[in-house]
């Protein structure tokens, strides 16, 4: 069954929503099947694909490179909701070859009030969703809001391992601590969910972020860090201009070189042939 | 009695603190009294003017320049919890001359459910605890966490005007339209409240960044669009890694000027002397 990985990071911006569009695509790219899951009520990894809401119900469409459009009848928060039983595959949209998203959009916050209503549940909802279709996928990542509420820590509770997206400046390395505080307790719940660990984003070679980057290498030595940073690349916020991801916007940018990088790392460590 | 803005936007890290902390420093130095309130459980505001934790209880120490430390033994989430009656003052902590800070950490997210129990009365809760001390200061600066919840519900509605702070990208430009419906339902409860305008933030002289404050300028005539936008400049992060803020660290950067000169339009725009 797929490897399921929460993006998370309380602090805001720090490029969680472009990791989940790049490195799915890149990890699409190398052969594996993924499943996209948009977890924010913000809705920017559905917007990044070119999804948009039906005129009439809860579904999205989005029309394929074939000219033809796809359509689901429910989204990801419907089958969220404490009551559905319909599962997750009617709400997956296409995005290309072994390549699927179940999108959201601001009524994701209907979900989150009901799943707060009863928190024991609640915790456990998204994990029980997602079990069945774990068979059709080798990888499901999970895009978080950024906060650490429910919403982040139904996802937490649901994943094999967690990625802390993080940007090197002070604000984005105090909000891991808050993230380790919440795995820890998600571990009543979930207790074999582990850190994958630390991708740094928007990467600058100032002494700003190569001292918060050293800094972190040589101080959390039990938190893995990718060898690769993703530097800052305005190639990947026009590919999402464009909605392309940043391999079909342009394949030779640094962005591509970096998320293809964290790509292959991370499936050498999961020993995915 | 002073003007309350709420800096606000759902979009994550568009630079919602580092307005809050480089405009209210602007205003201060042309002479204004000017206190911050941290309404985000992060605590990011709070971390950069280094207030930090007493060892007990649930106030916030900070020590000056002339190495005195100032205490409180409450913070703003006491003040906003709806059986305090001992006001605001008692959780503020001096940052300068007339310039002053309301410090949070993640013990916010207690007094966000107790508002959440009774939202008819949570709404108007920052309202009433703010009004009582309006009479102090000249501005009074909200910084909001990147959600729409209660917590950015709470300030707007104790709001004069809301500054919506937005880099010119595809998903904070998206974050609009959700923070314009918002503020429409935030009228049953102040029905006065302005939005104060747009302003662009990290911004670089890319044919993306021109593209959309360009389109944002004639599509939104009916909100001002401010002027002066704060470029992308590597001094912002140093300064809050320097624990000071931009006119401490380099009053000639870029940084300054913007926010120097962004101090002026608003300062201008309020008919202040
Ligand atoms: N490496 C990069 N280089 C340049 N721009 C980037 C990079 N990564 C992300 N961005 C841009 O920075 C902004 C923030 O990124 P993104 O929205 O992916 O972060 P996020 O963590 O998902 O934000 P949120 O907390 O709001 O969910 C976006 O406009 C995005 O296009
Ligand atoms: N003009 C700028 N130039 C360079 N860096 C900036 C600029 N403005 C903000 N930053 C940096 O970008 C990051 C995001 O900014 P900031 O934390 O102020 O945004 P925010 O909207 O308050 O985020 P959140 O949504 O998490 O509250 C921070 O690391 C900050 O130091
Ligand atoms: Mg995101
Ligand atoms: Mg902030």
């Known amino acids: 069954g797929a490897k399921v990985m929460a993006i998370a990071q309380n602090k805001g911006g720090v490029g969680k929503t472009t990791t989940a569009i790049n490195l799915g695509k890149a990890l699409n790219l190398m052969g594996y099947k993924v499943l996209l899951l948009d977890m924010d009520p913000q809705g920017n990894l559905t917007q990044a694909f070119g999804c948009y809401r039906n005129e009439i119900g809860e579904g999205f469409h989005r029309e394929g490179k074939d000219g033809k ?59 029980k969703v997602i079990e069945p279709v774990k068979k059709y996928f080798d990888y499901i990542l999970i895009d978080c809001p950024p906060t650490l509420g429910m919403l982040t820590s139904t996802s937490v509770i649901a994943s094999t391992s967690v990625l802390f997206v993080m940007q090197p400046e002070p604000f984005s390395v105090a909000g891991m601590e808050n993230l380790l505080e919440m795995i820890e307790n998600a571990r009543d719940y979930n207790p074999d969910v582990m850190v994958e660990g630390v991708l740094f984003t928007q990467y600058r070679k100032t002494k700003l972020h190569e001292g918060y980057t050293q800094s972190l290498r040589e101080s959390v030595g039990h938190i893995r860090i990718f060898d690769t940073a993703i530097r800052l690349n305005t190639d990947l916020p026009e590919a999402v201009d464009s909605l392309m991801d940043i391999f079909e916007y342009n394949p030779k940018s640094m962005g591509a070189v970096d998320y293809r990088n964290v790509a292959v790392e991370l499936a050498i460590a999961d020993n995915k042939d």
Chains 1, 2 share one sequence.
């Open 69 to 127: 459009i796809a359509r689901t009848e429910k989204q990801l928060m419907n089958a969220i909701m404490p009551e559905y039983n319909d599962g997750l595959l009617d709400t997956i949209l296409p995005l290309g070859d072994g390549f699927h998203i179940s999108p959201t959009d601001n009524r994701l916050d209907r979900a989150l009030l009901s799943l707060e209503g009863n928190p024991m549940k609640g915790y456990k909802r998204l994990r």
